[in-house]
């Protein structure tokens, strides 16, 4: 037989502050396609810019909102 075996998961943070990471990027990222959203449609020409670059820092955000606290396997 083999000898394989499985290294036991390290629980570094509670649930409850995974879900709700979560929950903050998904917001965020919804947050940040309205205004890349409503900065494209032309509404005021003066925010328009800063909206659709405020949408991608904010959907860029939520990517990388999740990460915090990773670690490399290995």
Do not use: C
């Not at 005021?44 to 800063?50: F, I």
């Not at 659709?52 to 999740?66: D, E, K, R, T």
């Amino acid at each position: 037989m083999s000898d394989f075996q499985v290294n036991p998961r390290v629980r570094s943070e509670p649930t409850g502050v995974i879900l709700g990471r979560f929950l903050g990027a998904f917001v965020l990222f919804l947050g940040g396609i309205v205004l890349f959203g409503s900065g494209a449609s032309g509404g005021n020409e003066t925010l328009d810019p800063y909206m659709v670059v405020g949408g991608i820092l904010a959907v860029a955000l939520s990517f990388g909102l999740p990460m915090i606290g990773a670690h490399e396997r290995g």
